[in-house]
């Protein structure tokens, strides 16, 4: 099967989605995963954007791998009898099922398989309790997602709960249902302290339905920091990755996040898209 590459598309840091969908096109590229378009939160998309969006999709033939809504990732949400709560006070579990409410209605719309979600940020207090409530909303976006015939995937991510190897054996040791799926990203991994070796590849084979790609290099290992920079040029070690998972037989997603900040955002997604390309063929 052909590899399917995708791309977060606000990572061109350009706000007119058709001038990436035309250079997206032009380029062969065939998906997109959608978190920004025209400045707005893809779940908050009115009818006439909406209808805006499917239009330049379908005229440039493009498909939505994805939508990124950023599902769960917020603080926890505290207890039934004093839950924490947005500026227009409304309790913030209400409001995140309501936004998942909305991305799975944008995924159908756009014929989108996956949903993004998160761990909420990581806390150093009631950490065993915000697990918990973590979990029993998964399960909740989880059934909304089946219901409509879409998959939710949980990105490991170096800032929330689940973000190490064994916070991601732990999720899916509690979550069992064929649309929750692990979201892998290997940059975040190695920005959490865990590379993808050949223990942790056993590990995430059988529940990743959809791969992330951006790369980093390690500034410092006490304390740990790590900066991104162009796929191949860092220390993620994607050519051992794309090796094992394509012998595995994944026929998913490869989703360029580029994530190197807004100057020269354009030419590094673009650089990014390449360098996949070569990795992939």
Same mark, same amino acid.
């Given at each position: 099967?052909?590899?399917?590459?995708?791309?977060?598309?606000?990572?061109?840091?350009?706000?007119?989605?058709?001038?990436?969908?035309?250079?997206?096109?032009?380029?062969?590229?065939?998906?997109?995963?959608?978190?920004?378009?025209?400045?707005?939160?893809?779940?908050?998309?009115?009818?006439?954007? %909406?209808?805006?969006?499917? #239009? /330049?999709? $379908?005229?440039?033939?493009?498909?939505? &791998? *994805?939508?990124?809504?950023? !599902? +769960?990732?917020?603080?926890?949400?505290?207890?039934?009898?004093?839950?924490?709560?947005?500026?227009?006070?409304?309790?913030?579990?209400?409001?995140?099922?309501?936004?998942?409410?909305?991305?799975?209605?944008?995924?159908?719309?756009?014929?989108?398989?996956?949903?993004?979600?998160?761990?909420?940020?990581?806390?150093?207090?009631?950490?065993?309790?915000?697990?918990?409530?973590?979990?029993?909303?998964?399960?909740?976006?989880?059934?909304?997602?089946?219901?409509?015939?879409?998959?939710?995937?949980?990105?490991?991510?170096?800032?929330?709960? %689940?973000?190490?190897?064994? #916070? /991601?054996? $732990?999720?899916?040791?509690?979550?069992? &249902? *064929?649309?929750?799926?692990? !979201? +892998?990203?290997?940059?975040?991994?190695?920005?959490?302290?865990?590379?993808?070796?050949?223990?942790?590849?056993?590990?995430?084979?059988?529940?990743?339905?959809?791969?992330?790609?951006?790369?980093?290099?390690?500034?410092?290992?006490?304390?740990?920091?790590?900066?991104?920079?162009?796929?191949?040029?860092?220390?993620?070690?994607?050519?051992?990755?794309?090796?094992?998972?394509?012998?595995?037989?994944?026929?998913?997603?490869?989703?360029?996040?580029?994530?190197?900040?807004?100057?020269?955002?354009?030419?590094?997604?673009?650089?990014?898209?390449?360098?996949?390309?070569?990795?992939?063929?």
């Amino acid at each position: 099967m052909k590899d399917r590459i995708s791309v977060l598309t606000d990572e061109f840091g350009e706000p007119d989605f058709e001038k990436v969908a035309v250079w997206l096109a032009a380029q062969g590229f065939e998906n997109v995963e959608l978190r920004g378009v025209w400045i707005k939160s893809v779940f908050n998309l009115d009818e006439f954007d %909406m209808q805006e969006l499917k #239009s /330049i999709l $379908k005229e440039h033939g493009l498909s939505v &791998s *994805s939508i990124s809504g950023g !599902l +769960l990732k917020v603080p926890w949400w505290g207890p039934p009898d004093e839950p924490e709560k947005m500026k227009d006070g409304t309790p913030v579990r209400e409001y995140q099922m309501r936004m998942a409410n909305n991305c799975i209605e944008a995924a159908v719309a756009l014929g989108a398989p996956y949903v993004r979600a998160f761990g909420f940020h990581k806390m150093a207090i009631m950490a065993d309790e915000a697990w918990e409530d973590w979990i029993e909303g998964v399960k909740e976006i989880t059934r909304k997602a089946e219901a409509k015939g879409k998959t939710i995937i949980i990105e490991n991510e170096h800032g929330c709960m %689940m973000s190490t190897v064994a #916070s /991601i054996k $732990k999720a899916f040791n509690a979550v069992h &249902s *064929s649309h929750c799926k692990l !979201l +892998l990203d290997p940059g975040n991994l190695l920005a959490a302290g865990d590379y993808v070796t050949d223990e942790v590849f056993d590990l995430v084979k059988d529940i990743t339905a959809y791969i992330h790609v951006k790369d980093a290099t390690v500034q410092s290992k006490q304390p740990w920091k790590t900066e991104w920079c162009i796929i191949g040029d860092g220390e993620v070690g994607w050519l051992d990755i794309i090796k094992r998972f394509k012998a595995h037989g994944y026929n998913s997603y490869w989703s360029v996040e580029t994530h190197m900040g807004k100057k020269g955002a354009w030419d590094n997604t673009v650089r990014d898209l390449n360098a996949l390309k070569i990795l992939l063929a």
